[in-house]
């Protein structure tokens, strides 16, 4: 977890000294207008557009997984219920059969 800090800190302040750096106006061309907006703006909008996006993806991927988990529980819960029902009727075919095998060496 501190490693994941550090390396976002080490990124953060990579990307804040470029942006201070680039600090000079650009050129915003939008379908009928332009704005001049400093560089730094857009360095920001970019990066926080791209952390949306980033986000946006890893939900849908942990919803998705939550999803399949759910199911899979749902399965493994299923599966021990029969295992269980399974169980019980091997060990009355078990008591039957040792019933038989005890009346039948009686009867001899």
Do not use: C, W
Not at 5 to 19: D, P
Not at 26 to 40: E, K, N, R
Not at 57 to 82: A, G
């Amino acid at each position: 977890m501190q490693a994941r800090l550090i390396i976002l800190l080490f990124f953060t302040l990579i990307v804040v000294v470029f942006a201070v750096m680039n600090i000079q106006p650009v050129v915003i061309d939008f379908y009928f207008t332009q704005a001049d907006v400093p560089l730094i703006l857009m360095i920001i909008f970019s990066i926080l557009i791209g952390a949306l996006f980033m986000f946006i993806l890893s939900s849908m991927k942990q919803i998705q997984t939550t999803r399949k988990m759910k199911t899979l529980e749902k399965e493994n819960s299923q599966l021990k219920q029969e295992l269980q029902e399974i169980k019980k009727q091997t060990e009355t075919e078990t008591v039957h059969k040792e019933t038989e095998v005890k009346t039948e060496g009686e009867q001899a």
